[in-house]
């Protein structure tokens, strides 16, 4: 219920807006079609029927011009279904867009974050309550913006209309009668909606993530004598988000009689005013009766809005956790970096470091110590911890995040590969992403090669092998062979490597580290070892220590 | 009633069978209110030609606004009780999965449960609440809506009971390329979601590959590819819906047009006897519309009730899957009287679909024992019976003088404490790990006993961290440390240890080999599976595990 929420939820608004505003306006414009139709199909029949009452009662049937009324009639009846169509397909479409849209623009926000963020955001836990919320942001667009302009764009429609063929009385009787009153009733369940789907939603989350704790640390849980307590706490918690969606659905449920008494008493009234209009004189009764049957027509736009409206306060909590950044934006062009200093220093208490082009250090020191944050702060992504680095003379964070990525490049401990091929996840390191080329696969063998992956690999199929999810389908050794043979392919002038060896057996360790040297011979390596650390190519080592 | 059927979905709703049937009575009842509501609106447009004067409008505008409130009244109360069933419905099976999960855990892993439990089971709700009152209108509304057309006109009543039957026939038929298409359409969501969290793990190598824009880049092709193919699906399966809308049209035109010509004198046939009046065709008229809305509902609830008995057959997958129940209920117990001892002979586990033949052990108070044996051999199985954690299949165990059965269980476990490899640390402070009893000990001796002390004093801050979801700032040494310290604090007996020292350096496992043996000096009983040859020598005895 907060200001920062509500803006972060009209930010999201625009952002699915823009991803296609014809797709939107066009599925927009259908919606209205379909209810102005409806209401104009219900309002001609009546009029018809009334109309040739009255013709028949007076003897004068033979005359009455049938054809037009009639012709209108099969004209509406035709048309509205294919408005219905048309509207489905292009508001499916418009929504489809958004939801791509909304899904890039939170990956280019997660692209400024730093380590931390990125580590936290891989957590099953953050995955799955992002999915959730991106989610309740897609039914947005269906459930809110095409039902609010619709409804509000026939009213304006069908009044005008109305006016022109029964009256001013009658048009305002209908409109002006219902508008107020539904705009109220639809705040009303906005506001009473908005703290329950909040919380149904956090509580199905702390569900969530109680129950896989739970059975992770089911042992310890029985050993303690704590299971009863556990089953019993996750039981409240679920008793709870019932609760909550209880009270979200009497919220509704609320609003749904609302709007039926509404659209009755408008009805009742639009017949009342008609009446009058009839009895004095003033409008004949086939017009006032157009006056009735729009009225009934009206009921149709509002139950589409109010599950939106209902969860509002669930996607507006979605939205301040999803739409703001997470970290703040990269500083603009750096400082110019100096050809003369060394590619990489870290001048710290008990721990001093030079690299020039070509040589490497091993990084040693016991679990625990913080060899990956120092990694992870000489690649830029830890800008707190970063203080007594310099890459190529320039604090890490005073570089530009491009030109820092051109130079550096650093192979973390748990390596993420993507679902797709082998091709997919070695291209992610070319520079931009051109048309395929033929040069590409000679060098992405040259380099599968290097970290000794060559031969598995054209015994399955090739480049094109595919990988499952996070990239199943590798042994743990192959994913940080794969993840080496990516950061090759950058050749970068400062290599950064974090574990490289873990999960190689020794002989395989020293060839990939022996193969690696040649293929990169001008680079600074920096390698953060507990095991192998006494390889050949290491010329220098520093040790942390507690 | 629930026997009649063996269908998964009608075993569920059983249990909520009356109060569906109530509400789907009363939803029923709110719709014969509409000719109630229709005979007002003729009878006043009838009124207004016939030169009736105000009062009938009046009284005819009050019977029209009375039926709805009472209209709207009943349908507010059966969704009241059709919410009511769906929730006892989500709440007998979720809190069911919740106990069964953590008593007698299947073959699921922790994140199948979860989503079973938070997203799949409330998709049983618009199934529950939808369904079934929608099919209850179908069978009686259109048929009592087209009678009473039937009772003023047999040719209106032919026009709707062509149009009303036939639709069925082409949902069916435009409908069975559109259930298959919204599954996949529902898929293709997923799949979306799926790319998403991919990217999303894999920024941090995405990033530091200089990849951004072009990971970006490729994520939005693709999203557009699905887009693409998504509509190329949608564009068909919507036909089915289009089927519905357009009979329903046209059924109304078609009565609306036969009205007119009839009240002209035109078309001379299809009433009884006497032409139409204006009052018999602005009422026919009004009902028109009415026989077509129970089969949109029922069309709408079609897609609910395809997912709530996917939901509904994973329930009874779920319930008849192999499960290992615990012995005793993990709850506290008052600790087993007398010296610590087991006897194992002649046992073999009871582990899904198989049993596990396992070596005979004896183990007094204050004896360490190494188990030893190729990956794969039982030695974490034999682990986790000795901590009650797994039923034998065969054989004898006995701890402390008695056998180990559901009332011993709890107070035995209630002496020993476990040192998994992998430690989970909940969403607790450090302190509540260590003292999930809030005994209010001083944690400080244990953690130095441990060899611990120097990690909390690392950390920012202190004993009050929260550890979170994998331990984060912990590297697994430490944890194995402070699972270790909480061991002492608690002031457990019997210490067992699965692999206290794979995968660790040399130091960080010299440092966990000493902290165990101090354990033991300090008078605990241990009992350790190990690969290390300098861990096992350090034990009093070695137990051979064979495969």
């Not at chain 2, 087993?336 to 198989?354: C, H, I, Y």
Request: glycine share 8%; with cysteine.
């Amino acid at each position: 219920m907060t200001r920062p929420q509500t803006r972060a939820l009209l930010r999201a608004l625009r952002l699915l807006l823009a991803a296609s505003p014809r797709a939107f306006l066009r599925g927009a414009v259908l919606a209205v079609l379909v209810l102005s139709f409806g209401a104009a199909l219900l309002g001609l029949s009546g009029w018809f029927i009334t109309a040739t009452g009255i013709a028949g009662l007076a003897g004068v049937g033979i005359a009455f011009d049938t054809f037009r009324p009639a012709a209108g009639i099969r004209f509406l009846a035709l048309g509205r279904t294919a408005a219905r169509y048309g509207e489905r397909v292009l508001t499916h479409d418009a929504t489809l867009r958004a939801l791509a849209a909304l899904r890039v623009d939170l990956l280019r926000r997660l692209t400024r974050g730093d380590a931390r963020t990125l580590a936290r955001m891989r957590g099953e836990t953050a995955l799955t309550r992002m999915t959730s919320d991106v989610d309740a942001l897609d039914a947005l667009v269906l459930r809110l913006l095409l039902p609010a302009v619709a409804a509000l764009v026939t009213y304006a429609l069908t009044g005008l209309l109305l006016a022109a063929i029964a009256g001013q009385t009658v048009a305002i009787v209908v409109t002006l009668g219902t508008l107020p009153l539904a705009v109220l009733l639809l705040w009303r369940l906005a506001r009473r909606g908005a703290a329950p789907s909040e919380r149904a939603e956090a509580r199905l989350q702390d569900l969530r993530r109680g129950l896989i704790d739970a059975r992770r640390d089911r042992a310890a849980l029985v050993l303690a004598g704590r299971l009863p307590d556990r089953t019993h706490s996750l039981c409240t918690t679920e008793t709870q988000a019932r609760g909550a969606a209880r009270d979200v659905d009497r919220a509704e449920r609320g609003a749904a009689f609302g709007f039926a008494v509404l659209t009755h008493a408008v009805t009742a009234a639009a017949l009342l005013t008609g009446a009058w209009l009839v009895q004095t004189g003033m409008l004949d009764p086939a017009r006032a009766a157009i006056a009735i049957f729009v009225a009934l027509a009206l009921a149709e736009p509002w139950p589409p809005l109010r599950r939106g409206l209902a969860e509002l306060g669930r996607a507006r909590a979605a939205a301040g956790r999803l739409m703001t950044d997470p970290a703040p934006p990269t500083p603009a062009a750096g400082r110019q970096a100096d050809s003369t200093a060394p590619l990489v220093q870290i001048d710290r208490e008990g721990l001093e470091l030079t690299l020039a082009p070509g040589e490497a250090a091993a990084l040693t020191g016991p679990s625990g110590v913080g060899k990956t944050r120092l990694l992870m702060a000489l690649a830029g992504l830890a800008v707190t911890e970063s203080q007594g680095l310099r890459i190529a003379g320039l604090p890490p964070e005073d570089w530009n995040d491009t030109d820092l990525r051109d130079i550096l490049t650093l192979v973390p401990q748990r390596s993420a590969l993507l679902q797709g091929s082998i091709r997919d996840n070695l291209a992610l390191a070319l520079p931009a992403p051109p048309a395929p080329d033929l040069s590409d696969d000679a060098r992405f063998w040259a380099v599968l090669d290097t970290v000794a992956l060559g031969d598995t690999l054209r015994a399955r199929d090739g480049l094109e092998t595919l990988l499952g999810e996070s990239g199943s389908g590798l042994s743990g050794g192959e994913t940080r062979r794969l993840a080496l043979a990516r950061a090759i392919l950058r050749r970068p002038r400062i290599l950064l490597l974090d574990e490289p060896t873990e999960g190689l057996d020794p002989a395989t360790a020293e060839n990939v580290m022996t193969d690696l040297r040649r293929a990169l011979p001008e680079t600074a390596i920096l390698a953060a070892l507990h095991r192998g650390d006494r390889h050949a190519i290491f010329a220098k080592r520093i040790e942390l220590s507690l | 009633m629930a026997r009649s059927s063996t269908r998964p979905d009608a075993r569920l709703l059983a249990p909520v069978q009356g109060l569906l049937r109530r509400a789907s009575a009363l939803s029923v009842l709110a719709g014969l209110l509409w000719p109630v509501q229709a005979a007002a609106i003729a009878t006043a447009i009838a009124g207004w030609i016939d030169g009736a004067g105000l009062k009938t409008s009046l009284l005819a505008a009050a019977v029209f606004l009375a039926a709805g409130v009472i209209r709207a009244g009943l349908d507010h109360l059966a969704g009241a009780w059709l919410f009511d069933a769906a929730d006892r419905v989500v709440a007998d099976h979720r809190q069911r999965l919740l106990a069964r999960a953590l008593i007698a855990p299947g073959p699921e892993s922790s994140a199948e449960t979860a989503a079973l439990a938070v997203q799949k089971l409330p998709m049983l709700t618009p199934w529950v609440t939808r369904y079934q009152v929608a099919m209850a209108r179908v069978m009686v509304l259109p048929l009592v809506l087209i009678a009473l057309t039937a009772w003023l006109s047999w040719a209106a009543a032919l026009v709707l009971l062509v149009a009303a039957p036939l639709i069925p026939v082409f949902m069916a038929l435009v409908g069975m390329a559109a259930e298959e298409a919204s599954r996949r359409q529902l898929d293709e969501i997923g799949t979306i979601n799926g790319m998403l969290m991919d990217r999303v793990s894999a920024m941090l190598d995405i990033r530091l590959l200089g990849a951004s824009d072009r990971a970006i880049t490729d994520f939005a092709s693709r999203a557009e590819a699905l887009r693409q193919r998504t509509m190329a699906v949608l564009r068909v399966a919507f036909l089915s819906s289009t089927v519905l809308e357009l009979f329903a049209a046209l059924g109304v035109a078609m009565v609306a047009v036969y009205v007119g010509f009839s009240l002209l004198g035109v078309l001379r046939f299809g009433a009884w006897g006497t032409p139409l009046t204006v009052w018999q065709g602005i009422f026919v008229l009004l009902l028109a519309p009415d026989v077509f809305q129970p089969l949109r509902d029922l069309a709408a609830a079609w897609h609910d009730r395809a997912a709530g008995r996917a939901v509904a057959e994973e329930l009874e997958a779920a319930e008849a899957a192999p499960r290992v129940p615990l012995i005793g209920d993990g709850g506290t117990a008052l600790p087993l009287a007398g010296p610590l001892s087991v006897v194992l002979q002649g046992a073999a586990a009871d582990l899904p679909g198989r049993t596990l033949a396992l070596p005979d052990l004896t183990l007094a108070a204050g004896e360490a024992l190494a188990l030893t044996g190729p990956s794969g051999a039982g030695k974490s199985t034999l682990l986790a019976v000795l901590a009650g954690l797994t039923p034998l299949a065969s054989g004898r165990l006995e701890v402390c003088r008695q056998a180990l059965d559901p009332d011993t269980a709890d107070g035995w476990r209630g002496r020993l404490a476990m040192l998994p490899q992998r430690v989970h640390f909940g969403d607790t402070t450090l302190r509540a790990f260590l003292d999930p009893l809030d005994s209010g000990a001083d944690p400080g001796p244990a953690l130095a006993l441990a060899r611990a002390d120097g990690i909390v004093a690392r950390l920012p801050d202190g004993l009050d961290t929260r550890l979170g979801e994998t331990g984060g700032g912990v590297s697994g040494g430490e944890a194995r440390r402070l699972m270790m310290a909480r061991a002492v604090v608690m002031g457990r007996e019997l210490l067992l240890a699965d692999e206290p020292t794979a995968d660790l350096d040399p130091e960080t496992a010299a440092l966990i080999t000493s902290a165990l043996l101090d354990l033991k000096a300090r008078g605990m009983t241990l009992v350790v599976a190990t690969h290390d040859p300098a861990l096992a020598a350090a034990m009093d005895r070695v137990v051979e595990v064979a495969p």
